[in-house]
């Protein structure tokens, strides 16, 4: 699997952004596929999943102000973001994993996961 992401760049605090992911090269019908973000000198933290089920699930951090989201076909993954804070720069990643999962109630972690893209910067100036 090939996931690449994009959509980032700079914003003010209080500013949105929509992050893009484009999977390819993977055939299974029922996947998950979530964000993460890894600030300067922090480890990476899962921030929002979405099942095959159409169900979702936030960081507390992000809820309210977050989306994630999918095309029709399933191809390419979303994060509407808004509001943003300084402190949620970083690098943003896309993710994936096979087969069907059991939603979750809580925010992604990174072993929840088998395939990552390179990531895109997200820098938010206050």
């Known amino acids: 699997a090939q996931l690449v992401e994009s959509g980032g760049g700079s914003v003010q605090a209080g500013g949105s952004l929509r992050l893009s992911c484009t999977g390819s090269?993977?055939?299974?019908?029922?996947?998950?596929m979530g964000w993460f973000r890894q600030a300067p000198g922090k480890e990476r933290e899962g921030i929002a999943a979405?099942?095959?089920?159409?169900?979702?699930a936030y960081a507390d951090s992000v809820k309210g102000r977050f989306t994630i989201s999918q095309d029709s076909a399933k191809t390419t993954l979303y994060l509407q973001m808004n509001s943003l804070k300084p402190e949620e720069t970083g690098m943003y990643y896309c993710?994936?994993?096979?087969?069907?999962?059991?939603?979750?109630?809580?925010?992604?972690?990174?072993?929840?996961?088998?395939?990552w893209g390179q990531g895109t910067q997200v820098t938010v100036v206050s």
């Open positions: 979405i099942f095959s089920t159409g169900d979702t």
């Open positions: 993710a994936t994993r096979e087969g069907y999962t059991t939603p979750w109630h809580r925010a992604p972690r990174i072993n929840d996961f088998d395939f």
């Open positions: 090269g993977y055939t299974y019908s029922a996947f998950t």
